[in-house]
């Protein structure tokens, strides 16, 4: 996958997973049964990753991902992103999300990031990991 094919694929992955009226199994489309998620330090497994994503869909209005960086190289993928999002109660978000996944045929095994609230309310530092 080069550049340009990797930056389409997470552009759809986000957009699909993040769908606020996205069916829950919509992540069998882009991620393995065994895939592990570590976001700041802490891991989970595709189940509680799965939880992580309803629980962000069922507070979120609406959102848009913007990609500032996107490389690939073999079964590796990286990307600086930032995630733009409306909230239910209509307040408003940017987080700075910056990854490494790592592909398993045309599915990510593996993801790790790092985040950082650029704007937003205190409570929303939990956005990568809210449950």
Known sequence: MNGVEARAFLQELYDAVCEPNA???VTDDYF???FV???NGAIFSRTEFDDHLS???SDLKRCR???TTVLAEDDRL???HLFHATWADGHE???KFIGVYTLLGKKISRFEEVSFLLEGQASDQDIPTRR
């Open 23 to 25: 069916a829950r199994d």
């Open 32 to 34: 393995t049964e065994d």
């Open 37 to 39: 998620h570590v976001t």
């Open 55 to 57: 629980a962000l869909r």
């Open 65 to 67: 991902f913007e990609f």
């Open 78 to 80: 990286a990307d600086v």
């Open 93 to 95: 978000t940017t987080t």
